[in-house]
C-alpha cells in the first residue's frame, strides 16, 4: 500500500465530504466508483486498482480531473452522499482508525481500506476481486471473505 502516512494524518480528523470519480466511456458507465476523494483537513484521494491501493492528497480542483472535451474518456465526480445515501452518517465523524484490506492468499496484494470512525461506523472501500474488478463501498463492518485486515 502506497500512502499509509497520509492515513495515519487523517487519525482523529473529521470527516467533512466525500466525492467520487465514475469512469464513462463512449457514453457509457464503465465504472461507479472508479476514485474515492474524502475531505478530512485536506482532500485525500484513495485508488484501488491492480493489486495497490494508493492513497495520496489532492487539491480541492476537481475540474482538472473531470474532462471530457471531444475525448471518449469522462470522469464526472460527484459527492458519494448523491449516489449513496448512507454515507451522510460518515460526515462529522472522526476516523479513530483505519485498517488495510489485503487479499487472505497473499497479504502483499492490497484491495482497499476499512476505515474506523466514531460512533461504532465503519467504511470499506475495497476493489470487489471477483467477478468483476470493480471498486465497492460497505457501509458496515463486513470484510468481504476473500480479504482479511493487516
Known sequence: MKGKEILNSCKNKVLGSGKLQSFVLHGELVEK????????????????SDEITTVAYVNNDFDEVNF?????FHYPIDSIDNLFPDFKKYKG????????????????????????????????????????????????????EDLIEK
Not at 33 to 48: R, Y
Open 33 to 48: 466508483i472508479n476514485v474515492t476523494f474524502l475531505k478530512f483537513d485536506k482532500w485525500v484521494k484513495i485508488v484501488s
Open 68 to 72: 471530457d472535451g471531444n475525448d471518449p
Open 93 to 144: 465523524k472522526q476516523l479513530l482508525k483505519w485498517k488495510e484490506l489485503v487479499w487472505k492468499n497473499n497479504a502483499a496484494m492490497s484491495y482497499g481500506i476499512n476505515l474506523y470512525f466514531k460512533d461504532n461506523l465503519n467504511l470499506i472501500i475495497h476493489n470487489k476481486t471477483m467477478p468483476d474488478n470493480k471498486i465497492e463501498y460497505i457501509f458496515q463492518n463486513t470484510i468481504p
